[in-house]
């Protein structure tokens, strides 16, 4: 790694005379940068190079999220790099930070968590910080299929990474524990490490294109600040757009289903390479669930909430494609295919298997979806060779 120069403090008009003009004022090892204020989305503010306390060197941004950022940093203690989460210095992002470290010190209390989660190492607060240290990870299964421009992963990965998804969403449930969060970006690969291998993708020249795999399929899951818990008051709203399930949008209350429901949507996306249900509005997310899935059971829909009643017509079907608000949403949708043609589009081997899971993980009532544990029973995993 290229070696970073030093920024220089700036010296206030009330301090002693400069040094010599030959003699170079280098600040010593751990120092801690001039405060500075925030900026104005109350994220910590800093330049390369820099020390977070004493301990770490700030090397890279890593990523951002509405949390806050995450920071590659070398840990001068233990001689290795970490992922620090440093949290906005807004009370409710440290009031979810708070939540995080706790649901992460109950995960930590089992040993198999260490290979299922993300391990926390430490925390501290640093200027108005929450500041989570964790271990360093690979990129996120969404960074891998930016890379590839979207194109889906092998079938046996699919299944290696459903399979673990699947384990530590199960480890959490066992423990009363809702992610809430589920999606691509929340999963990480533990190594970087890849390989090139030829892709069926061709350009008009016949050129060979070439996309990335994975050397592992090693996966931990990540991004514990929205977890809720199983006996407490919940949000009316959770979950990334793309993958929240019906009964949230219905507004019928919700609990661990919902994780189910994501892990669903995840494993379509995994082997078709673009998000199940691409959308930011509510009726036409279940006109695409219609779409894909069949209609919305009655029973539901007379249940929804005073709010969600607006998107049916005598509560007993959806108001589409009439309160489409757009030709372009009413294409969106027909443009979806039913699950099962949209997994034998990149599922060849082992297809009728990973159909009837699906099924099982996205099915509308929440009560009747696969929990965890049963889908981690199912032939798609215990019986590779089944098509």
């Given at each position: 790694m290229e070696s970073r120069s030093r920024k220089r403090t700036?010296?206030?008009?009330?301090?002693?005379?400069?040094?010599?003009?030959e003699r170079e004022v280098v600040p010593r090892v751990g120092a801690s940068p001039p405060w500075r204020e925030d900026d104005r989305d109350g994220h910590y503010v800093f330049d390369l190079g820099e020390n977070l306390t004493r301990r770490y060197k700030i090397l890279s941004k890593m990523g951002e999220g509405t949390f806050g950022r995450v920071l590659e940093c070398w840990d001068r203690e233990t001689r290795e790099y970490v992922a620090i989460k440093v949290v906005r210095s807004i009370r409710k992002y440290r009031d979810a930070a708070m939540i995080e470290i706790d649901v992460l010190n109950r995960l930590a209390e089992n040993e198999k968590y260490r290979s299922l989660c993300v391990q926390i190492q430490r925390w501290f607060d640093y200027r108005n910080h929450i500041c989570i240290v964790f271990e360093k990870l690979g990129p996120s299964l969404y960074d891998f299929l930016k890379r590839n421009r979207y194109q889906p992963f092998p079938v046996e990965l699919v299944r290696d990474f459903g399979r673990q998804l699947l384990e530590s969403v199960a480890y959490m449930h066992e423990l009363r524990l809702i992610h809430t969060d589920l999606k691509p970006e929340n999963i990480l690969l533990v190594s970087s490490e890849y390989i090139k291998v030829p892709s069926s993708k061709k350009s008009s020249q016949d050129e060979m294109h070439f996309k990335c795999l994975p050397k592992s399929s090693a996966i931990k899951l990540i991004d514990f600040g929205s977890t809720a818990f199983d006996n407490q008051e919940h949000n009316s709203i959770v979950s990334t757009r793309h993958y929240r399930a019906p009964e949230i949008i219905l507004g019928l209350?919700?609990?661990?289903?919902?994780?189910?429901?994501?892990?669903g949507c995840i494993l379509v996306e995994l082997c078709s390479g673009e998000?199940?249900?691409?959308?930011?509005?509510?009726?036409?997310?279940?006109?695409?669930?219609e779409r894909v899935?069949?209609?919305?059971?009655e029973h539901m829909i007379r249940k929804a909430s005073s709010s969600a009643q607006k998107y049916f017509r005598r509560a007993t079907r959806l108001n589409w494609p009439e309160g489409a608000v757009s030709r372009e949403s009413i294409r969106a949708v027909r443009k979806l295919a039913r699950l099962k043609d949209l997994v034998s589009r990149n599922?060849?081997?082992?297809?009728?298997?990973?159909?009837?899971?699906?099924?099982?993980?996205?099915?509308?009532?929440?009560?009747?979806?696969?929990?965890?544990?049963?889908?981690?029973?199912?032939?798609?995993?215990?019986?590779?060779?089944?098509?």
């Open positions: 700036r010296q206030t008009c009330d301090e002693a005379a400069a040094p010599p003009p209350g919700w609990s661990s289903p919902c994780d189910i429901w994501s892990v998000a199940l249900f691409q959308t930011h509005e509510n009726l036409e997310h279940l006109a695409m669930m899935l069949g209609p919305i059971p599922a060849d081997h082992s297809r009728a298997a990973l159909v009837d899971l699906l099924h099982g993980l996205l099915r509308f009532e929440p009560s009747e979806r696969l929990s965890a544990q049963e889908a981690l029973d199912h032939p798609f995993f215990r019986n590779p060779t089944m098509t």
